[in-house]
């Protein structure tokens, strides 16, 4: 927010966060098991395929 300087020092501080994305699994358009949270640059490793009797995952 603008302001109008005093007749004094002023000292603005700040910080910064890493940002967090959800990674979410879904086969023919339905979400299987918990979504996960990842912070940005970090390493994922993917879930096992999805297995079903009778069919083949298609990735």
């Known amino acids: 927010e603008d ?5 004094k020092d ?8 890493i ?5 979410t699994y ?3 358009g339905v ?3 918990d979504t996960e949270t990842h912070k940005y640059g970090s390493a994922v490793t993917l879930r096992a395929e999805p297995e079903t009797e009778g069919y ?4």
């Open 3 to 7: 302001f109008l300087m005093p007749a």
């Open 10 to 17: 002023v000292v603005i501080e700040g910080s910064f966060g």
């Open 19 to 23: 940002n967090s994305y959800t990674v």
């Open 26 to 28: 879904k086969v023919d």
């Open 31 to 33: 979400q299987y098991g």
């Open 56 to 59: 083949t995952f298609s990735g």
